[in-house]
């Protein structure tokens, strides 16, 4: 609980958009993962004294599809 391994709030934006059949077979969706590319550290631990850190993922982007058999 340290000052140093204190921060302030951030935002990330993400959004999927999926078409599917009828039946639910298959289905396509284009997804965003932290659309604005905001970075920051997610985890700041301490290791002999000195500060360790995990940063969030970058800006990702894909297409995912599924066929249910």
Same mark, same amino acid.
């Given at each position: 609980?340290?000052?140093?391994?204190?921060?302030?709030?951030?935002?990330?934006?993400?959004?999927?958009?999926?078409?599917?059949?009828?039946?639910?077979?298959?289905?396509?969706?284009?997804?965003?993962?932290?659309?604005?590319?905001? @970075?920051? /550290?997610?985890?700041? %631990? *301490?290791?002999?004294?000195?500060?360790?850190?995990?940063?969030?993922?970058? @800006?990702? /982007?894909?297409?995912? %599809? *599924?066929?249910?058999?």
């Amino acid at each position: 609980n340290t000052a140093a391994f204190r921060s302030g709030g951030w935002d990330e934006l993400g959004g999927r958009i999926t078409l599917a059949a009828a039946d639910d077979r298959w289905s396509v969706t284009v997804f965003g993962d932290n659309i604005l590319n905001n @970075r920051h /550290f997610t985890q700041v %631990t *301490a290791l002999n004294a000195f500060p360790f850190g995990t940063l969030n993922d970058p @800006r990702r /982007f894909g297409v995912r %599809t *599924a066929v249910r058999f």
